[in-house]
């Protein structure tokens, strides 16, 4: 089996979902001089491995280099990572496939905030936001792994699995992006001091204000809140132990709304 070459010469590989901080993680480690590739599915172009096949190139890796591929991963809580994945593709992604020509003809820059909020809700509902699924489900499956396999050590603030061919590292984005999380925690890591460079952040982006208006004003529906959630139990309970039940009830106060009879009723419509 034949792999990118490319991928041979990296130390690390950032296999994490959208929006979790990927590109500030890869740029700060190449640009501390450590060798690594990012992605968040490994069929990305970044990538390119075919599905069934990621376990095949590790040992393909560690037969050719004599050593295991690092893999790092970051779980975020879902909401806010949705809402952040939201905004990257309706203000950028759309953009850069050819789906609209620029800003000014975005859905962020011409639909009202309410309206914005409306869509949001109903890709949740439909499973049509980009940028949804979840790397750690998608590369537990490559490598015959469960959930339960993995571990996370919140006294280290990250959490470390080894196989056969592979080292996974499990790191929490509300720790990682604390003040100085990145740097205290992959000099940690790597054994040495690490310099932070961020790359690709909401707050940055062009519609900055809009983000931040949305975030502050949404309301999402207490089912909607609660689906959300239990899709993603088995990680919130792996990141956050024996604290799924505070996570679900502080998404509630912070985003929730009743569902009214009408939404109940367009359910079945």
Same mark, same amino acid.
């Given at each position: 089996?034949?792999?990118?070459?490319?991928?041979?010469?990296?130390?690390? &590989?950032?296999?994490s979902?959208?929006k979790?901080?990927?590109?500030?993680?890869?740029?700060?480690?190449?640009?501390? @001089?450590?060798p690594?590739i990012?992605?968040?599915? !490994?069929?990305?172009?970044?990538?390119?491995?075919?599905? @069934?096949?990621?376990?095949?190139?590790?040992k393909?890796?560690?037969?050719?280099?004599?050593?295991?591929? +690092?893999?790092?991963?970051v779980?975020r809580?879902?909401?806010?990572r949705?809402?952040?994945?939201?905004?990257?593709w309706?203000?950028?992604?759309?953009i850069?496939?050819?789906?609209?020509?620029?800003?000014?003809?975005?859905? !962020?820059?011409?639909k009202?905030?309410?309206?914005?909020? @409306?869509?949001?809700?109903?890709?949740?509902?439909?499973?049509? %936001?980009?940028?949804?699924?979840e790397?750690?489900?998608?590369?537990?499956?490559?490598?015959?792994?469960h959930?339960?396999? &993995?571990?996370?050590n919140?006294?280290?603030?990250?959490?470390?699995?080894?196989?056969a061919?592979?080292?996974i590292?499990?790191?929490?984005?509300?720790?990682?992006?604390?003040? @100085?999380?990145?740097?205290?925690?992959?000099?940690?890591?790597?054994?040495?001091?690490?310099?932070?460079?961020? +790359?690709?952040?909401?707050?940055?982006?062009?519609?900055?204000?809009i983000?931040?208006?949305?975030?502050?004003?949404?309301?999402?529906?207490?089912?909607?809140?609660?689906?959300?959630?239990?899709?993603?139990?088995?990680? !919130?309970?792996?990141?956050?132990?024996n604290?799924?039940?505070? %996570?679900?009830?502080?998404?509630?106060?912070?985003? +929730?709304?009743p569902?009214?009879?009408?939404?109940?009723?367009?359910?079945?419509?």
């Amino acid at each position: 089996m034949k792999f990118d070459e490319k991928l041979y010469q990296v130390d690390f &590989l950032v296999y994490s979902a959208h929006k979790t901080g990927t590109q500030t993680v890869s740029s700060t480690l190449r640009l501390n @001089g450590v060798p690594c590739i990012h992605c968040h599915s !490994i069929q990305n172009y970044t990538v390119g491995i075919d599905k @069934g096949l990621f376990a095949d190139f590790l040992k393909s890796y560690y037969m050719r280099n004599g050593k295991k591929l +690092a893999i790092i991963t970051v779980f975020r809580e879902p909401l806010e990572r949705h809402i952040s994945s939201f905004f990257q593709w309706h203000g950028h992604g759309e953009i850069v496939s050819g789906n609209v020509t620029d800003v000014a003809s975005t859905i !962020i820059q011409t639909k009202s905030i309410s309206d914005l909020q @409306g869509l949001f809700i109903k890709e949740i509902r439909e499973q049509t %936001l980009i940028g949804r699924r979840e790397s750690i489900y998608e590369f537990c499956h490559e490598l015959d792994l469960h959930v339960s396999d &993995l571990d996370y050590n919140s006294t280290k603030d990250y959490g470390f699995v080894e196989t056969a061919y592979c080292c996974i590292y499990l790191l929490r984005f509300d720790t990682l992006f604390s003040e @100085g999380g990145v740097e205290k925690l992959f000099s940690r890591i790597l054994g040495r001091p690490i310099s932070k460079y961020d +790359a690709n952040r909401s707050m940055d982006k062009w519609y900055r204000d809009i983000w931040l208006e949305f975030k502050s004003s949404l309301s999402i529906p207490l089912d909607v809140i609660n689906t959300v959630y239990e899709s993603r139990r088995s990680l !919130i309970e792996l990141f956050y132990y024996n604290q799924y039940d505070c %996570l679900l009830l502080r998404a509630f106060n912070r985003f +929730a709304r009743p569902v009214s009879v009408a939404e109940e009723l367009a359910k079945f419509d």
